[in-house]
């Protein structure tokens, strides 16, 4: 098996080599019978750069249909055995929270997110799954284990990453387990991941996601891009609410044991996009533009002023 993909690994790059030098000599020779000047050293390069991602495309579809062949295979696909639900699903909202948020999380529920049967009925109906998300303790089964066990018996709208440990160094980490676990479990459209101190207006989100339909590798949020202490960053989505396309997070999926994590989990996901061929939406009505009291008198980050003294995405 290594050996027969290692054989189609060669014989692609080689391929893929030829295909560089052919290009760029017809390139030369449509210049030179124009009477332009040789092709410049950074068009060279941006023109090897744009093949060295077409390869790199055709490599992941290999390591992917590898995969399949193997079993590897996310478990939605195994478990439908080609058969599709009833509902496409549209989205996976993972709620990011933690230890001692049970106020937020209850909040959450009363304001935006459904309990009980309306849970399912919203994944029926507008084919949105929204789920808390949280990791173990590192003392495995202590007491903070137990109520989530606890919370979770009663309420069961939880994803608990067995794997990984719940601190705050660790998520970035736990961000990424959140959308490797999703793409496991739904094959979904979009998959977005939220803070739970803030509001979502599914409806709304529901209708800004279908109209982004069209486009395969799509990444949305409030974008930040500039410098740090006179250093630039790269463009990502703030923390506090983005959205990533199947295409995406299938990408994260496939190269999880590779992909670094930084110290905040939006930094981390914008890094892995760099050199992708993504369609970036700055969404304005991801940013926060200021706080207030939410239901039970907790802080919730502003997207647009709601009625009752919470915030809502619009």
Request: proline fraction near 3%; hydrophobic fraction near 40%; include cysteine.
């Amino acid at each position: 098996m290594f050996a027969t993909m290692a054989t189609v690994y060669v014989s692609l790059r080689r391929w893929t080599d030829a295909e560089n030098r052919v290009y760029l000599i017809e390139e030369l020779d449509k210049r030179n019978g124009q009477g332009q000047s040789a092709i410049s050293v950074d068009e060279t390069l941006k023109i090897i750069n744009c093949r060295e991602q077409q390869k790199k495309l055709s490599e992941l579809e290999m390591d992917l249909a590898a995969a399949r062949q193997e079993g590897f295979v996310p478990k939605h696909l195994s478990k439908n055995d080609g058969i599709h639900s009833k509902k496409k699903i549209l989205g996976v909202i993972g709620i990011i929270t933690t230890f001692g948020r049970k106020k937020n999380r209850d909040a959450i529920r009363k304001a935006w997110m459904p309990t009980g049967a309306a849970v399912e009925k919203l994944a029926d109906e507008k084919g949105i799954i929204v789920r808390f998300v949280i990791g173990r303790s590192a003392n495995r089964g202590d007491s903070l284990d137990r109520e989530i066990d606890n919370e979770n018996s009663h309420t069961n709208d939880f994803i608990i990453l067995d794997g990984q440990v719940e601190a705050p160094e660790e998520h970035p980490k736990k961000m990424k387990s959140f959308f490797v676990h999703a793409v496991e479990n739904w094959d979904a459209e979009f998959y977005a991941k939220v803070n739970d101190d803030v509001y979502v207006n599914i409806d709304a989100l529901g209708a800004m996601l279908t109209s982004h339909l069209d486009k395969p590798r799509v990444y949305i949020g409030c974008m930040k891009s500039g410098e740090v202490l006179s250093e630039p960053y790269f463009r990502h989505a703030s923390g506090e609410m983005y959205v990533m396309s199947r295409a995406l997070a299938q990408f994260i999926w496939i190269n999880k044991s590779i992909l670094r994590t930084y110290a905040h989990d939006d930094v981390s996901a914008g890094s892995w996009f760099i050199g992708l061929d993504v369609k970036y939406i700055d969404e304005g009505k991801f940013c926060c533009t200021s706080s207030s009291s939410g239901p039970q008198g907790l802080p919730f980050h502003a997207m647009i002023p709601f009625s009752s003294g919470g915030f809502l995405l619009k």
